[in-house]
T-cell receptor, first 115, second 116 residues
Framework: AQKITQTQPGMFVQEKEAVTLDCTYD???????LFWYKQPSSGEMIFLIY??????QNATEGRYSLNFQKARKSANLVISASQLGDSAMYFC????????????FGTGTRLTVIP | NAGVTQTPKFQVLKTGQSMTLQCAQD?????MYWYRQDPGMGLRLIYY???????DKGEVPNGYNVSRLNKREFSLRLESAAPSQTSVYFC???????????????FGPGTRLTVL
């Protein structure tokens, strides 16, 4: 069974600073994908970044990067130069490539950017 | 190109009433999903459809049924609503292997359902 753990219910960061949101996962499958989604107060789910289990380099998308440490089973999201618009809930999710290819979500971290 | 659309956006039901949540995507995706989101919890999969004509249970299927009407549409039905089904419901879709949309699930705006 897959499991995603986000241990930080809430985080605060000063505007323009960097912040790391933690995510650990548990799977026995060798092939899997890790995702981060952003959910602003308006409620929609916005895809941010993806990392495959066989990818050699950490994924980056603009100000977002994924610190993938396979041996530790962690996939932390790093947001650089935080902006007020980054205030939102952030969800880590994992998909296995066997079986049904479904997503399993963590409980989320609420990020608040302080001006 | 509207992406994933859901109707209605809001709904209030009384216990025992039935309703169908509609979802449609215009991205020619094979796979479609229904999730529910409850406070303090992440999204949990209710049902999914890997391709047109197939549906399978997810993590929390009890009390729900689904229909994959065609490639575009995937509906979720509550036959006899219960207060425990008060939640926000999200529909999502995903493209096929080998395409740029294979990895990412695209989500609809959500339906906020309250069962009294």
């Amino acid at each position: 069974a897959q499991k995603i753990t986000q241990t930080q219910p809430g985080m605060f960061v000063q505007e323009k600073e960097a912040v790391t949101l933690d995510c650990t996962y548990d799977t026995s499958d060798p092939s899997y994908g890790l995702f981060w989604y952003k959910q602003p107060s308006s409620g929609e789910m916005i895809f941010l970044i993806y990392q495959g289990s066989y990818d050699q380099q950490n994924a980056t998308e603009g100000r977002y990067s994924l610190n993938f440490q396979k041996a530790r089973k962690s996939a932390n999201l790093v947001i650089s130069a935080s902006q007020l618009g980054d205030s939102a809930m952030y969800f880590c999710a994992m998909r296995d490539y066997t079986g049904a290819n479904n997503l399993f979500f963590g409980t989320g971290t609420r990020l608040t950017v302080i001006p | 190109n509207a992406g994933v659309t859901q109707t209605p956006k809001f709904q209030v039901l009384k216990t025992g009433q039935s309703m169908t949540l509609q979802c449609a995507q215009d991205m020619n995706h094979n796979s479609m999903y229904w999730y529910r989101q409850d406070p303090g919890m992440g999204l949990r999969l209710i049902y999914y459809s890997a391709s047109e004509g197939t549906t399978d249970k997810g993590e929390v299927p009890n009390g729900y049924n689904v229909s994959r009407l065609n490639k575009r549409e995937f509906s979720l039905r509550l036959e006899s609503a219960a207060p425990s089904q008060t939640s926000v419901y999200f529909c999502a879709s995903r493209g096929t292997s080998g395409t740029s949309s294979y990895n990412e699930q695209f989500f609809g705006p959500g339906t906020r359902l309250t069962v009294l």
